[in-house]
């Protein structure tokens, strides 16, 4: 197939996978609120993984098709993008509040969830067992969260719930399920072409892409001055990429990281402990600290490409 066409369906996809996390996130939010669900369950559950869908998708199909680099590079590099790129941008347009809750439970889960990956893969392998452990933290995390019923101080945007909402969510996973797949194809196909590694690939512009509706969402939720809500929103994403998506993908595949590869991801543990260090100095996020965000973002992203490169 022609290298223009390639690109010409991962602009496509791209806009596949924004559009349907945007009618996913929509129709959940609706959803869950007909559910009488509380407002920081839809923020941290629903909403963090309707916004990680496509992360979901592009990972588990990646995975399925044999392309590890492509599956656990999207996962670090959303990482990076959703902790670094978006939430330093969305500080720059104003200062995020922060709290205990944020920051010593889902913070500390957060960093509990690098920590793992880092141990897992010291061997250079996700096993299936080592899935299912990831799987069962989130799920464990999960729970505590539907059982404490917490109200948020912020209200989600959301219109009132339609009869067809449950078919519009549907729909929307079925676009992002379909993007993904057509992604991660012309993706490596690209990558290949150009002498980039898949991980490479899938650390920077699948990962970009994938992270679209969390940047969607973010900046929603800034707009409507809905400040608290991006952090959580983040925050929530990673932790369901990490355990959530990872876990799903090593029960179809065992994930597999070069010696290269995992020295990058190595770099998780200590980004995600600094950006807890700063959700908890003054129990607020500043324009600086955004600033500094983005550096560690660039600076990881540049450390891989050193690394590739050598």
Known sequence: MHLGIHFLIIVACIFGLWGGAVLVVESASKIAKRMGLSELVIGLTVVAIATSAPEFAVTVVAAMNGENAISVGNIVGSNIFNLGIILGLVVLFTTIKTDKKIVYRDGSLLLGAGLLLFLFFFDGTLELYEGIILLCVLSGYMIKLFMSREPLEEDLPEGKFKWYDPFILIGGVLTIVGSAKFFVESASDVARHYGLSDWFIGLTIVAAGTSAPELATSLVAVIKGKHGISAGNLIGSDLFNMLGVLGVASIFHPLQIQEMEFWGLSLLPL????????????????????????AIALFRWSFEFILKSA
Do not use: P
Request: hydrophobic residues 60%; proline residues 0%.
């Open 271 to 294: 980004t995600l402990m600094i950006t807890i260090i700063l959700l908890r100095t003054g129990w607020k996020l500043t324009r600086l600290e955004g600033i500094v965000l983005i």
